[in-house]
């Protein structure tokens, strides 16, 4: 800014104003940043299982013994034995699985940048009025 005033009186009925100028400057800086990100996970499993056993074990012995003698040396002897064994054994075993598995994940960036610049000038003067010699001056 700057005044201009001449101070000068010539004798005369004459006022100077002032004169006024400049410039302005402004700036706007704008950073708008958004992170973001989504995870998701879902599992589902299950399992069945059955397992059975059984054992069997049959033993069976029987014997039998006739034996006779008669009074003039004649005997007679008779013998049955049976001997059974039974062994049996089984296993069953019955398995299943079912699954599933999910995932999901998303990632979202975003970025705005506003820059702006203000320039603006200006110039202001007043008005005077006076009598130099006659001529009569106006400015704006």
Known sequence: MSDFDTGYDGGSDVDYGHYEAGQQHGELDQLHQVDANDS?????????????ANAESTD?????????????GASYSETDFTNYSHDEA???????????????????????ALRQQIDSSF?????????????????N
Request: proline share 0%.
């Open 40 to 52: 998701s996970y879902n599992s589902d499993f299950n399992v069945y299982e059955q397992d059975s």
């Open 60 to 72: 069976f012995q029987q014997g039998h013994n006739v034996q006779w003698t008669d009074g003039h």
């Open 90 to 112: 089984s296993t069953d075993s019955i398995f299943a699985a079912e699954g599933s598995v999910e995932a999901s994940d998303s990632q979202y960036s975003e970025i705005d």
């Open 123 to 139: 110039a202001t003067g007043t008005e005077f009025h006076g009598n130099a010699g006659g001529l009569g001056v106006a400015s």
